[in-house]
T-cell receptor, first 116, second 112 residues
Framework: AQSVTQLDSQVPVFEEAPVELRCNYS??????LFWYVQYPNQGLQLLLK??????LVESINGFEAEFNKSQTSFHLRKPSVHISDTAEYFC??????????????FGQGTELSVKP | DGGITQSPKYLFRKEGQNVTLSCEQN?????MYWYRQDPGQGLRLIYY???????QKGDIAEGYSVSREKKESFPLTVTSAQKNPTAFYLC???????????FGQGTRLTVV
């Protein structure tokens, strides 16, 4: 079974400051890793994903995450945040094989609040 | 445009009533999922289906039921047995490569 832990429920930060949202996972098999973003009263949108290959993955809006297998972590970072980044962020894992259930397992979420 | 559609966006239910939430996708995805979202608890899996006419219980299936008669549709019924149904419900679909799940815009259910 897999599980995901997001270590911070809320992260307040000032605009243009750097931010890191932490995610650790537990799994006995290899997994795919994801970060999703949710704006108020909306569904989730994929921010970035790690499937294989380079351990550093980037999104189009300046976020990046690094897969660390030894620490079973997939922390999300941005060097300079904007007001528009205010949202809830979810880390998730899924098994790479469809026949293993294909379920996304989510962390509890981290509310990022960017202040002017 | 391809996507996943949930309806209605807001739903009010009286205690003791069953209600059905709709989820339709035109992405040709085999797998569909229902999640429940409560503040501070993340997303919890209610039911999922990887193929037509088959579905599996998730972590919190009690008080819910689903059907998967068509590939495109995966409706969720919240029954009167669900003791605390007020929540935000999200439907998702995913293809066989498991590389990305697509989400609907959600249905906010309130018991009045």
């Amino acid at each position: 079974a897999q599980s995901v832990t997001q270590l911070d429920s809320q992260v307040p930060v000032f605009e243009e400051a750097p931010v890191e949202l932490r995610c650790n996972y537990s799994s006995s098999v290899s997994v795919y890793l994801f970060w999703y973003v949710q704006y108020p009263n909306q569904g989730l949108q994929l921010l970035l994903k790690y499937l294989s290959g380079s351990t550093l993955v980037e999104s189009i809006n300046g976020f990046e995450a690094e897969f660390n297998k030894s620490q079973t972590s997939f922390h999300l970072r941005k060097p300079s945040v904007h007001i528009s980044d205010t949202a809830e962020y979810f880390c998730a894992v899924s098994p790479p094989t469809y026949n293993q259930g294909g379920k996304l397992i989510f962390g509890q979420g981290t509310e990022l609040s960017v202040k002017p | 445009d391809g996507g996943i559609t949930q309806s209605p966006k807001y739903l009010f239910r009286k205690e003791g009533q069953n209600v059905t939430l709709s989820c339709e996708q035109n992405l040709n995805h085999d797998a569909m999922y229902w999640y429940r979202q409560d503040p501070g608890q993340g997303l919890r899996l209610i039911y999922y289906s990887q193929i037509v006419n088959d579905f599996q219980k998730g972590d919190i299936a009690e008080g819910y039921s689903v059907s998967r008669e068509k590939k495109e549709s995966f409706p969720l019924t919240v029954t009167s047995a669900q003791k605390n149904p007020t929540a935000f419900y999200l439907c998702a679909s995913m293809g066989r490569m498991n590389t990305e799940a697509f989400f609907g815009q959600g249905t906010r259910l309130t018991v009045v």
